[in-house]
């Protein structure tokens, strides 16, 4: 268990609206990545942080903003939800102190986007 | 285009049986995960291979990297409907991990 937590763990909203999701961790990694999932689409990563402030694109970024202002935490923010946001969306971690990386992921966000 | 090719996409097997997952790809990693990932839940890495030709056993499942590191396998032995779950591939790039397109494996009881 990376304590990860992602809230809400189900939201409904309509379009148009802005939509913030977050993650808290409790042990301090540095890399923290928000994906969705989509079926046909495996998991597709949004955004990413590497540090307090430190973000980076992801491959579908477009409709998405991020903000890390402290370590535990990494915000998504719709900032005008369209229904082809609707999907389940993860959060994870990267723990390097395990070999070559692994990704520890929370139990994800659905969000439908009505 | 996706990075990295599974296939097949779905599967439904019944239990005892024997299966091969495929993960694809026209590049050359250096190394290259496995997760599986059960209905509700998020993924959970079941092993990670390194070197090309490398096999790896957990139990009944074993990975095999291939020789040019461009491609790697996941054998079950025996499914279990335990087994039932998505199976994803990924590359760690050691910023980001890509992610496959994901084998959807169902064992029937």
């Known amino acids: 268990d990376a304590g990860i937590t992602q809230s809400p763990r189900h939201k409904v909203t309509e379009t148009g609206t802005p939509v913030t999701l977050r993650c808290h961790q409790t042990?301090?990694?540095?890399?923290m990545y928000w994906y969705r999932q989509d079926p046909g689409h495996g998991l597709r990563l949004i955004h990413y942080s590497y540090g307090v402030k430190d973000t980076d694109k992801g491959e579908v970024s477009d409709g998405y903003s991020v903000s890390r202002s402290k370590t535990e935490d990494f915000l998504l923010t719709l900032e005008s939800a369209t229904s082809s946001q609707t999907s389940v969306y993860f959060c994870?971690?990267?723990?390097?102190?395990?070999?070559?990386?692994?990704?520890?992921f929370g139990q994800g966000t659905r969000l439908t986007v009505v | 285009t996706q990075l990295l090719e599974q296939s097949p996409q779905f599967l439904s097997i019944q239990e005892g049986e024997n299966l091969t997952v495929y993960c694809n790809s026209s590049?050359?990693?250096?190394?290259l995960q496995w997760y599986r990932q059960e209905p509700g839940e998020g993924p959970v890495l079941l092993v990670t291979?390194?070197?090309?030709?490398e096999v790896k056993k957990l139990k009944r499942l074993t990975f095999q990297f291939g020789d040019a590191r461009k491609d790697s396998s996941l054998h079950i032995t025996a499914a279990q409907p335990g087994d039932t779950g998505l199976y994803l591939c990924?590359?760690?790039?050691?910023?980001?991990?890509?992610f496959g397109t994901g084998t959807s494996l169902t064992v029937i009881p």
């Open positions: 042990e301090n990694h540095r890399y």
């Open positions: 590049s050359v990693f250096s190394s």
């Open positions: 994870a971690i990267r723990d390097t102190d395990r070999g070559l990386g692994e990704a520890f």
């Open positions: 291979v390194v070197t090309g030709g």
């Open positions: 990924a590359w760690n790039t050691g910023n980001q991990f890509y």
